[in-house]
């Protein structure tokens, strides 16, 4: 993105909101970039950003209200609202694709493999189709209804979203949801991607792959040595399963150019699934499948900076080394990304050249799925005037408990600075400076980022182990 602007400015994040429009408007009441005004959504000042990182849909029982918010606010500011693609977004995707009464004809086990001829190792040790019916008590028999509520809870990790999207529809016809039928909730998921008004077209239309700004690299997922500057040609999902090492593709070793590449991708994906949405011209695949798959792990090469993270299952994983210096090397200070919940605040990951990967997946942030409970927001100040100044990190919010957090990342020089976002012994990262910069606060995560312990250490400690490690702090 070229940058214009005249003075400082303020770059709002939030990511992985996944329907729980609750959430939304909690961030947006502590937002110092977004606000409401008379019912609409509104940016404060004349330069700032907002930046959804992705996954919209699915989980927080109000799909439908954030939706309209996220487009009402891109709507209104197309240069300044960007809308990062999610694995939740594009998994939807299918709908146009894949799913129409044709299946009723097919046994479960071949309605199964025709929506999902090829699936990622997740979704492989997931319950099939037919387990799921006799699992149910259900007769062997294909049925939209049955198939859908398949397909949320075993394939797209949404069990209750059939009845949310019931409820929906309800409080905007104001009737019970009992008067809401199986066959209307099916027609409106369906509609959603089908019709150009639909919710999952707009978004899909509207989204990006990656947002670059000033200094500040925006993805769902992350980067990887295995995608950092890297962008496929399109490709089967087969393709992706079967590959051994990256797909045929470009290397772009400008940021700018590997963005505008990946975006290029995205809407060329986007405008087959329109035009072609059962079979790509070349015969090889549905239309726009590589944009699809871009939601899926199909094998360990990591092309995707959607769903390749810097969080394994239990803990925070190091940048490696190559992607941090593609990185720096093109003048990047700040990844923002989600995909993977980090518990009940952001959380900062150091890079070996002195910036920063910082992880905000908060709303799903404790293993009894207490969604929304904590709140934060990332804000990057920038300054357009000198491009080669860092940029300045502000993190705040409240934790699950409610407990308020606010801090900002201090500048490069400064003694704090290279002691956040560093692996310690047994599991423990450093994650902000306390409030009197005497000790770092540090984090240790089980089960899946749901169990949070938190200590402090003395500055002087961390700064002792991190010397001491093989490499200095740095190292």
Known sequence: MKCTLLRRYLISYLTDVEGDFRYFNRFVDMSRVVTRDNGKYRLRGADSHFVFGGDSFDLGGGDWALSDALLQL?????????????????????????????????????????????????????????????????????????????????????????????????????????????????????????????????????????ALIGRSLFVHGGVTWQNVGYCPYPFSAAAAYSATALLPGTMHASAPEWVAALNRLTREGFEEWVAHPHRAPDGSRTGGEYLRSFAYRYTPVLYSVMVNSPINPTTLCPIDREAGQYLFDNGIDTVCCGHQPTGDSPTLVATEQGGFVIVADNSYCAADNSRGQAVAEVLLEQDARRPDRRVQVHIR???????????????????????????????????????????????????????????????????????????????
């Open 74 to 210: 891109k709507a209104d500011y197309p240069e300044r609202v960007h809308l990062i693609l999610g694995n939740r977004d594009v998994n939807k995707m299918v709908f146009r694709t894949s799913l129409d009464r044709h299946l009723e004809r097919l046994s479960p086990a071949e309605a199964h493999r025709a929506v999902y001829a090829v699936e990622s190792p997740i979704q492989q040790r997931a319950m099939g189709y037919a387990e799921y019916l006799e699992k149910q008590g259900l007769p062997p028999r294909t049925t939209m209804p049955t198939f859908m509520k398949w397909l949320f809870r075993c394939r797209m990790g949404s069990p209750n979203v059939f009845e949310d999207r019931r409820a929906e529809i309800a409080q905007r016809r104001r009737c019970d949801t009992g008067a809401v039928t199986d066959e209307e909730v099916i027609e409106h998921f369906m509609a959603s991607a089908a019709a150009e008004g639909g919710m999952v077209y707009r978004y899909l239309q509207q989204g990006q792959m990656a």
């Open 397 to 475: 919010g409240s934790h699950a408990d409610g407990r308020p957090f606010e801090y900002s990342v201090p500048p490069k020089g400064d003694r704090i600075a290279p002691l956040l976002g560093r692996p310690l012994p047994d599991g423990w990262w450093t994650k902000m400076p306390s409030a009197d910069r005497t000790h770092i606060v540090c984090h240790k995560t089980t089960n899946r980022f749901f169990s949070i312990q938190y200590k402090e250490l003395p500055v002087e400690a961390v700064e002792q182990y991190l010397r001491h490690r093989e490499g200095g702090p740095n190292g």
